[in-house]
């Protein structure tokens, strides 16, 4: 397998930029191709970015409907718009855009199978300060256990843009999960992701770790660590959590034979869980967990709850070492019987 | 569009509410109080000339779009589009079995003429809105009805969506309230009363129209004023009914919210019916 061809250029400066900074600026972008973007927030067009899309053009200004402090409503209004033929993008915040409007994105985006894209922002640990009230972490277990989701969590602002026009033109729901803080860029500017599929940032035949959003960046320094022990890791970004890019995860772990998956999101049922029912069906093999551990978040600054919580690259390097040490005593288990 | 003759409206709602007994009874599980309190509002809008629409063209651009939000009155919805030409007559008897496109609240990817599947309370009224903003962006001048319980109004995102379609200057929108004072627990002025639903919503900015929604006539009427009416506000009409109505025992009774009659209570009720013709 070939390490990705959509990289950035590792020569270029470093540069760093928030996923949710994507979102206004490609509504705009799409719309200006014809597509027919309409987007819905909940006053916080501001923060999400939606009010940049409306403030790109004159006669966009009609296209961004904000219904106040109302996030049933926001779902449902957009769900109307795109059963009269609109692409309708919402808003708000991971927390309030998926928990508050569950029912609203299951039983009538959903169930119906509407041009609705749940694409929310500051998802996760890495609202810091708001703390455990608007740190939302089950999101992603809620949206891929709907039927007719699909479920993409870019890793930085290339990606997300990519992520955002995919949802476009691909007919029916689409959950795309953004965060706030601004996160190293991975990708190439112009890199066109795929739905479905999962793209490997660094080859290795050590250990396989599978990240998505900000944790991407901590499993890159992880594998830089680990290397300098002579370690190997393969860095895959499962971009797309569902539907699962089960081919190249298994590839990887048919190579590696131990995984760790690493997530800004609670270890129940993001992707972790996702990886782990996938490999226990196509080939078992030792799976270990770097997420939120079934607790809610807390105030902090993003690098203190990132050691707290054990999202860092250390806790992911140490983690690599636990699951590689699983995997030689089942091998050595193997040998012996 | 559907123009049937004054009189013969009165007759073709009564055969709606055969229908409704008929194929509840048939599934054996349903929700007839909610139905029957709805036959003569859905026979005003779909054959006394208030909704324009083509049953061999059930996306047809100009059409009037409805949203059935209290979604467990299914029946009157489906045996309405049956006799709007959407469906087969015959398949009203398939009501909620294993197979069948009749869902138990309505499935749009399923049935023709179903703008949107409902069921879960209290959003109807915001996608009716989201339907109307997508007419305005378009410059599509068709009206989008939507009916709404008296009980489901307890919901508090029916009052978002109220808020909202003021604030858009929706007028292409009209709520009509199935007003037959009942939800499963009892009168909705014990269970929780929402007081005065027509103050609401002039509270809120809507245009709102009283009427009997047993009166066909009178329905028409207000509907379609409600309908040509397009001076800014959204239009609401509260419509007095009596839940079960047409069948004596059913009538203002809350246990009949979700309840299908025997073979014996249907026999009874499919006579006076019938008697009633």
Known sequence: ?337 | MSNVAGADLNELANQIRIDIIKSISEAKSGHPGGSLSSADIMTALYFGGVMEYDSKNPSLETRDRFVLAKGHAAPVLYATLAHAGFIPIEELASLRKFGSRLQGHPDCNLVPGVEISTGSLGQGLSIACGMAAALKLDGNASCVFALLGDGECEEGQVWEAAMFAAHNKLDNVVAIIDNNGLQIDGCITDVCSPEDLGEKFKAFGWDVAHANGHDIDDMVKKLSVAKRDRSGKPHCIVAKTVKGKGVSFMENQAGWHGKAPNAEQTAQALAELTNHK
């Open chain 1, 1 to 337: 397998m070939n390490v990705s061809k959509v990289l950035r250029d590792p020569s270029l400066p470093e540069e760093k930029k928030s996923t949710r900074a994507a979102y206004g600026a490609t509504l705009a972008k799409l719309a200006d191709e014809g597509l027919p973007i309409v987007a819905v927030d909940a006053d916080l067009s501001a923060s999400t970015t939606t009010a940049k899309f409306a403030a790109s053009k004159p006669e966009y200004a009609d296209r961004l409907f904000n219904v106040g402090i109302a996030e049933q409503n926001m779902i449902d209004v957009a769900a109307g718009l795109a059963v009269g033929g609109k692409i309708a993008f919402t808003g708000s915040f991971a927390v309030f855009g998926t928990g508050r409007a569950y029912d609203q994105i299951r039983n009538t985006v959903c169930y119906s199978k509407l041009n609705v894209k749940i694409a929310p922002t500051h998802a996760g640990i890495s609202v810091g300060p708001d703390g455990g009230s608007h740190q939302m972490i089950e999101d992603i277990a809620l949206m891929s256990a709907l039927p007719n989701m699909r479920v993409l969590v870019p890793a930085d602002y290339a990606s997300c843009k990519s992520a955002i026009e995919l949802a476009a033109k691909t007919p029916g729901p689409v959950y795309i999960r953004m965060g706030r803080a601004d996160v190293p860029c991975v990708y190439a500017d112009d890199a066109k992701l795929e739905m479905g599929k999962a793209y490997v940032l660094r080859e290795g035949s050590d250990v396989t770790i599978v990240a998505c959003g900000i944790e991407i960046k901590e499993a890159l320094e992880a594998a830089e660590a680990l290397a300098s022990e002579g370690i190997e890791a393969e860095v895959i970004d499962a971009f797309c959590i569902k539907p699962l890019d089960v081919d190249t995860i298994v590839a990887s772990v048919r190579k590696t034979g131990c995984v760790v998956c690493a997530e800004e999101h609670s270890v129940i049922g993001g992707l972790g869980s996702n990886v782990a029912c996938a490999l226990a069906q196509l080939h078992p093999a030792p799976v270990e967990f770097v997420g939120v551990k079934d607790t809610f978040g807390k105030s902090g600054a993003l690098s203190e709850l990132m050691e707290y919580f054990g999202l860092d690259s250390k806790a992911i390097y140490n983690v690599a070492l636990t699951a590689m040490e699983k995997r030689d005593l089942v091998e050595l288990d193997n040998r012996r019987f």
